[in-house]
């Protein structure tokens, strides 16, 4: 996924750097267009400087930086071995993310944990899975930002924003379940929620990232599955589940 990622950043940046220098750069090029519509280049150069287009195509070069730094990532991540592996409740895990998320709220103004009543309906022996435990936490996070940012957005008649949060083993799997009651996804967004790049939200507010590197991480790095329901307008459920390894079908770990 790390290449398909790369492909359009490429272009992206490379496009950044020919439009500054066709519009920006003193070329006798860019002089002989200009001329040949009756323009002065620095005309040119203070109508943009004027509408800030430089500082837009220098915003653009930087988001590409960034999530170029995010691939790179990603792509020392599945190069590392597997010594970060542990043994993990990811219940506990999803709690530690939700005091994180507690506390971090203020970075970030679009959303506010402390708002948000948070149910929890965890099976009390859940057995742990061997997984790479901060990942798995930068997974919960991202769910748990989108759906404070969903709720958040929502004008709630009775009641108020809520989490419902389980934890199950069911049949060599164990399943996290993080739901929102925000505003739901429909159809055509649902089919493209995994997507790179793939955002509803406004510039600045959104990079269409959360997602896909939380699918890179449940699908590819731990072979486990991450699926999406939703019911528009009401409600939306992400569940993520990852395989029991052999070792640890044996001893079940007692919680609490
Ligand atoms: N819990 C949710 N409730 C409603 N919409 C969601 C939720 N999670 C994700 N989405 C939708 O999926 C899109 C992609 O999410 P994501 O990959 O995290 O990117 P971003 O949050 O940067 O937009 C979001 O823009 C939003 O439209
Ligand atoms: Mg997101």
Request: hydrophobic letters at 35%.
């Amino acid at each position: 996924m790390a290449h398909e990622i790369n492909n359009p950043l490429g272009i992206i940046a490379q496009g950044a750097q020919n439009i500054t220098r066709r519009i920006l750069g003193d070329l006798p090029a860019n002089h002989k267009a200009a001329e040949n519509r009756n323009l002065r280049l620095e005309d040119v150069h203070e109508y943009m400087n004027d509408r800030n287009i430089p500082k837009i195509i220098n915003g653009i070069t930087s988001a590409v930086d960034r999530a170029g730094r995010i691939v790179r990532n990603m792509l020392s991540f599945s190069r590392k071995n597997q010594d970060n592996f542990r043994e993990h409740v990811l219940s506990d895990l999803l709690d530690r993310t939700v005091d994180l998320a507690n506390n971090e709220y203020d970075l970030s103004t679009k959303y506010d944990f402390k708002k948000i009543e948070i149910i929890r309906e965890y099976d009390s022996d859940i057995p742990m899975v061997c997984c790479e435990g901060s990942e798995i936490q930068q997974v919960f996070l991202n769910l748990l930002k989108n759906s404070a940012q969903s709720m958040n957005a929502k004008v709630y008649g009775s009641g108020g924003p809520k989490f419902v949060l389980r934890a199950y083993e069911r049949e060599g799997w164990v399943n996290i379940e993080i739901e929102d009651n925000g505003q739901g996804v429909d159809q055509t967004v649902r089919k493209r929620i995994f997507e790179p790049f793939y955002t509803t939200k406004k510039v600045g507010e959104g990079t269409g990232l959360g997602l896909a590197i939380s699918y890179f991480i449940i699908a590819d790095l731990h072979k486990g599955n991450m699926e999406v329901y939703s019911s528009p307008g009401n409600w939306t459920k992400f569940v993520i589940s990852l395989p029991l390894t052999q070792s640890e079908e044996s001893g079940v770990i007692p919680k609490g």
